[in-house]
T-cell receptor, first 115, second 110 residues
Framework: ETGVTQSPTHLIKTRGQQVTLRCSSQ?????VSWYQQALGQGPQFIFQ???????GRGNFPPRFSGLQFPNYSSELNVNALELDDSALYLC??????????????FGSGTRLTVV | DAKTTQPNSMESNEEEPVHLPCNHS???????IHWYRQLPSQGPEYVIH???SNVNNRMASLAIAEDRKSSTLILHRATLRDAAVYYC???????????FGKGTKLTVNP
């Protein structure tokens, strides 16, 4: 059974640019959640996708958007990057209606640095 | 979101048991108690969860107070690989988001 794979592992962007981060969920998992983790803090929920639809959103502005594809993989897009967007972005997958009961599987994250 | 309180840091010696406490005095009857840990340069890893009864798995044990206002994650024999940030999280289940605090940073001394 494969785990959650995220790409790229690191990238550097300039303020104002746009970025796309990618996530392949664990085999059989069709629910994907994205989290942002600033240095020294716990992860913060951005949004979740289930059956290609957004299924819950945290306190993040609309310039954070996402997609889920029929194969359950997902993308996180961030427009108009700001310095404060520098963080570790984590993807987590789960089975529907089981994540918070039976555990999410997290990827190792994408480290985004905005300069 | 129901909140949890954990010590910022704890230390342990290798091969000794570790008891990581978590207070959640505002827990509701439908909140599950979850523990995740995050090793350096990794994403969080599910450790264990429970509702009312104590739970055991291959990684750890979870002891839940009778009034459910506190719980303790028990690592029976700490190893250097157990050095991580441990998060105690309450969740109502389903596909509900996880609300992370700052967690407890566990240092394991050889």
């Amino acid at each position: 059974e494969t785990g959650v794979t995220q790409s790229p592992t690191h990238l550097i962007k300039t303020r104002g640019q746009q970025v796309t981060l990618r996530c392949s969920s664990q085999s059989g998992h069709n629910t994907v959640s994205w989290y942002q983790q600033a240095l020294g803090q716990g992860p913060q929920f951005i949004f979740q996708y289930y059956r290609e639809e957004e299924n819950g959103r945290g306190n993040f502005p609309p310039r954070f958007s996402g997609l889920q594809f029929p194969n359950y993989s997902s993308e996180l897009n961030v427009n108009a990057l700001e310095l404060d967007d520098s963080a570790l972005y984590l993807c987590a997958s789960s089975l529907p209606r089981q994540g918070a009961n039976y555990g999410y599987t997290f990827g190792s994250g994408t480290r985004l640095t905005v300069v | 979101d129901a909140k949890t309180t954990q010590p910022n840091s704890m230390e342990s010696n290798e091969e000794e048991p570790v008891h990581l406490p978590c207070n959640h005095s505002t827990i509701s009857g439908t909140d599950y108690i979850h523990w995740y840990r995050q090793l350096p340069s990794q994403g969080p890893e599910y450790v264990i969860h429970g509702l009312t009864s104590n739970v055991n798995n291959r990684m750890a044990s979870l002891a839940i107070a009778e009034d459910r206002k506190s719980s303790t994650l028990i690592l029976h024999r700490a190893t250097l690989r157990d050095a991580a940030v441990y998060y105690c999280i309450l969740s109502k289940g389903g596909s509900e988001k996880l609300v992370f605090g700052k967690g407890t940073k566990l240092t394991v001394n050889p």
